[in-house]
C-alpha cells in the first residue's frame, strides 16, 4: 500500500491571518489569569481596536480588490476570494471569543472585585432614579431620533459611530400596519459606560441601554416592536493622487473628510436583535451575510478599556515601576559635552524617554544651538517635543518633516503641522508617493572654539512621550561625526530630494536599505558556508517581504542559525526541513508593546548590530524613508547582546512560538528551569534589583563574563539602592553567548 502523498508545504503564510494570530495572542492577555484584572479588561478593548482597523484598512482594501475583479493568487497561494472566504471564517471565530472571555471570564471576575456593569433589569430604586435624572439632564438635549420614511432617508451613519436600531409602528393606525425603522445616534460627547451610585464597590451601565430605555420618551405616538443598538464599520483608506496634487497637506485634509462617509465593510449589531432589524440595515449598508456580527454582549468592547481609568484600583493594575533616569557623566557641564565623550544608548520605557526630550528642549533653549532639524510621524497632543520646536522658532532654524500621511493621526499632524508654521518653522511633507516614516532630530551647535559641531537622536520609535511609557524602544544620542553627517544628507534628501548613492553608514529606504538587508543575510550564509561562526537575532514588528523571506531560507539551508523575535505578521513558515529548519519564530506579547527593531549579526565573529525604524515588510523597505543604523559602540553592543536580546530570547513566560503552517504555541514556562519573563526582567534592571548575570544562559560571548551594568555608563540610577542581584548558575561568557545567539 503506497503512503499518502504529503501536500507541498507552503513558502509564506498569509498576511492577514497571521495578524489576526498576533491578534488572538493579545486575546491571551485578556485571558490569563496572572495578568492582573483591569489589565486584562485593557487587553480585550485593544483586541477590539486592533479588529476595528483591520476591518476598516485590511478587509476594506481586499473588498475593493475583488470588486475590481482580482483573481490572482498572493504569495501563499490564496485567490482573493479564497481569502475572503478563510478571513469570514476566522473573524466569526475571533469575535465569539471576545465575547466568551468578557461573558464568562471578565464580568464574573470584575463581580467579584465589587466592579459591575448592569444591564435595566439589574438597577436597584436609587440607581433607576439616577439613570432617570441623568436622561433628563445629560442625555436628552443630545438625542436626534430619525424614523426613517419617504420624507425621511435613511440617516448618514458616521464611521464607528454606535447607534440604536427601532422597529416602529404608528399607534393611530391610518396609514395601516406599516412598520417604520427608527434610528438614534448614541451621542459621542457622553461616556459610554455611565458609573452608578454604589455604596459597595463600582457600578456602571452602557450609554446605549440608556438610549433604548429613552426610546419611548423619543417616540410617542408609536408602538416600539423592536430594537437593538448596532455599529457600522467604514473604508478608511486614503486615496490621494500626490502627483496631481498642489499640496499633499490639502489632499490628506480633504481625504480626511471623506473618510468618514466611506462604503460599509462591517455591521456589529446585538445578538438579541430582530431579524427584520438586521435585514433592513443589511440591505441599507449593501453588505453580505459575512459581514454581519453578532455582538453576545456591548456592541463596542473597546470602550470597555473606560473601565480602567474609572476604576480606582491599584491593586487591579499593573504595578508602576520607576524607570532609569539618564545623567550628565562626572567632569561634563551639558548634555552636549556628554555626547562629545560617547554616544548613550536608551531602552524605553526602562530607560526614561525625559531624556530624549531633554535632549530636543536643551537644543531649542541653548543659544549656542544654530539650527534643529526632525522628522515627526506620530507625537501627542500636547508634545513638549513640539513645544521645544515652537519656542525654538523664533531664534533658530528650525526644520520639521512632518509626516502627514500617517495613519489615523492625519489630522493631529496637520494640526502639529500649522502651529509650526506660525512659529516660524519650515515644515516639509516628505516626498511624494513615500512617507517619512524615519525618526531622527539633528542639531548643529557653535561650540566655543568656534566649531560647528552636529548632534543626533535616531530611533526606532515615535517622538511620543506618552506611547514611550508603554511601548518598548531604542534610542541613541551621538556626536558621531560619520553618522551625523549621514543624518544630514537624509535631511536634503527628505526636503530637496538629494539623493546620495548611498548614506553610509547608515542605511536608508528606499534607497539600499532592502539590498544592503539582503547582503547582510547573505554574508551570514557565506560565513556559514565557510565553517565560520553564523548567526543571526533580528527583532521587528513584522516579517513579510518575499525577498527577504527567501534570504532567510537561504541562509538556514546554509546553516545559519536564525533567531526571529516578531510580534506581529510573520510570513514566514518556519520548521521546513530542508529549507527553514535552522530558523526559529517566536513572538512575545506582554505589558508593553515590543516596538523596537534591532538585527543582529555574528558574521564571522566581528559582530554587527543595527537598530532603526524600518520592519522587514514591502512597505517599509520601498514606500517609506526608513532609517537604520550602526551601534558602533562596543559597550553598547555588549548591553544589547547580553542585556537586551538575551532577555528576550529567554523569555518563557510571554513567548508563543510559531509552528510550521502559522499556528503558535506558547513556550512551556518552567519546562526549562524557572518562568523568566523579559519585560518583568528588564524592569527590575531599571529598578536595580537584577543585572545581565541573573539571565537564564541563552547569548554568545568572546570573553569572560563582565557586568555590562557596571561599565554602561550611559544611565545613572535615581531609584532606591541596588539589591542583591538575584543570580543563577551560567556557563562562561563565551558558551553563554554562543547560546544566546540561538
Known sequence: MSRPQRSKPKLFLNRSLSWLAFNRRVLEEAEDESNPLLERVKFLAITASNLDEFFEIRIAGLLQHLEEGAVEPGPDGLTPAEEAARLAEATHQFVRLQYECWNRKLLPALAAQQIRVHSLNDLNDEQRD???????????????????????????????????????????????NAVYMGVVTVPRALPRLVRLPDKHGDSFIALADLVAMHASRMYRGYEILSGGAFRITRNSNLYLQEEESRSVLESVRTELHNRRKGDAVRLEIKADANEEIISRLQAVFE????????????????????????????????????????????????????????DVLLHHPFDSYDSVVSFIESAAQDPAVLSIKQTLYRTNEKSPIMEALVQAGASKEVTVVV??????????????????????????????????????TLVARKEPDGVIRRYAHLGTGNYNPTTANFYTDMSLLTANPEITAAVHNVFNFLTAYSEQPNYN??????????????????????????????????????LLDKDVVQEFYRASQAGVQVELIVRGICSLNPGIRGLSKNIQVRSIVGRFLEHSRIYYFQNGGEEEIYMGSADWMPRNLHERVEVVFPLQDA??????????????LADNVKTRFLQRGGDYRRAAAGGKGAPFCAQEFLIDVAEGRRDAASIPAALPAKTARRKVAAKRATTTRKTAPAKAAVKTPLKSQADRIQTART
Open 130 to 176: 439616577m439613570v432617570d435624572d441623568y436622561c433628563r439632564t445629560e442625555l436628552d438635549a443630545l438625542l436626534t431620533p430619525v424614523t426613517v420614511d419617504p420624507a425621511h432617508p435613511f440617516p448618514r451613519v458616521l464611521h464607528k459611530a454606535l447607534c440604536q436600531a427601532l422597529l416602529l409602528r404608528r399607534r393611530r393606525r391610518a396609514t395601516g
Open 287 to 342: 453588505l453580505q451575510h459575512w459581514q454581519v456580527y453578532r455582538t453576545a454582549g456591548p456592541v463596542n468592547i473597546s470602550r470597555l478599556a473606560h473601565l480602567y481609568s474609572a476604576v480606582d484600583r491599584p491593586d487591579l493594575k499593573f504595578k508602576p515601576f520607576q524607570p532609569r533616569v539618564w545623567s550628565l557623566p562626572k567632569g561634563t557641564r551639558d548634555i552636549w559635552g556628554a555626547l562629545r565623550q560617547r
Open 505 to 542: 553608514p547608515l542605511l536608508v529606504a528606499p534607497v539600499d536599505l532592502a539590498e544592503r538587508v539582503a547582503n547582510l543575510i547573505a554574508r551570514e550564509a557565506d560565513h556559514a558556508r565557510a565553517g565560520k561562526p553564523a548567526r543571526i537575532i533580528a527583532k521587528v514588528n513584522s
Open 403 to 440: 509626516e502627514v500621511k500617517a495613519r489615523f493621526d492625519e489630522a493631529s499632524n496637520i494640526k502639529w503641522a500649522r502651529e509650526l508654521e506660525d512659529a516660524g518653522v519650515q515644515v516639509f511633507h516628505g516626498l511624494v508617493g513615500l512617507k517619512t516614516h524615519c525618526k531622527l
Open 635 to 648: 559597550l553598547l553592543r555588549e548591553r544589547v547582546k547580553t542585556e537586551i536580546l538575551a532577555a528576550y
